[in-house]
């Protein structure tokens, strides 16, 4: 009904999945979706309130009909042609074994700060022959790991023989790698020669409350400049400028 390359993710693969997405990530897209495993593992490992926080794409009609009756946003219907904005923190896919490269490469290209989480054909990456699994191999040795899970799917809801490989990227993009605040000062141990003289043991005190609410302000910026960058990409991507 759903084709021949629809091949659900065995709940205990998507545990493992998970597993490697930080816990501060907060926005979610699953390419590929199916019907859904992996977006409501998503939600019942974050909470209820995660639903909206998790986009899905999906090609196939009957599938896209059961996301929208989970509840789940269906944002595009062909992955490898989708040119939205990404202001997400995580990429977890399970894609066609026969071109999961392509698949997972678009993810790489289209994340802009995030983690993504691949299943693929071990031959894609054990057998490197074509330029797109050479670059795919390269960016793996440069930005991520692998895991190799065996034939993992050999009893999954649909069985397929195909021993399988976890791929974990970890993207920084150039600006979010900035060091903003190279400067941050360095707490001091203090200087036991200052004397005990009680206005010089005020000013002390004075001078590392001023260094830390210092630091708290530069903390704070940092991360101020990050929802900065994240308004941009919701902007941007209604041409707004």
């Known amino acids: 009904m759903f084709g021949t390359e629809f091949f659900p993710t065995p709940k205990s693969v998507i545990q493992k999945m998970l597993k490697k997405i930080s816990p501060d990530a907060r926005h979610f897209l699953e390419p590929n979706a199916g019907k859904g495993d992996i977006a409501e593992a998503i939600v019942e490992k974050r909470g209820r309130y995660s639903r909206d926080k998790v986009d899905c794409i999906e090609s196939a009609p009957e599938l896209v009909s059961i996301l929208i009756d989970k509840d789940f ?7 490898l042609t989708y040119d939205g904005v990404c202001y997400y923190d995580a990429i977890i896919m399970n894609p066609p074994f026969s071109n999961g490269d392509d698949h997972l490469l678009k993810a790489w290209d289209f994340m802009h700060n995030g983690g993504i989480v691949c299943l693929l054909n071990e031959e894609t990456v054990k057998n490197p022959h074509t330029a797109a699994r050479k670059r795919l191999a390269a960016i793996i040795e440069a930005h991520g790991n692998v895991e190799y899970l065996g034939a993992c799917f050999s009893t ?8 399988v490989a976890m791929v974990y990227l970890k993207k920084v993009s150039e600006d979010d790698s900035i060091d903003l605040w190279a400067n941050v000062t360095e707490e001091k141990s203090v200087n036991d020669n200052i004397g005990a003289d009680a206005n010089m043991l005020a000013i002390r005190d004075n001078l590392g409350n001023m260094q830390h609410y210092y630091d708290k302000a530069n903390e704070h910026m940092s991360i101020a400049f990050q929802h900065i960058r994240k308004a941009g990409l919701y902007l941007n991507a209604n041409d707004v400028y």
């Open 156 to 163: 999954a809801q649909r069985k397929a023989d195909v021993r």
């Open 73 to 79: 946003p269906v944002v595009g219907h062909d992955w």
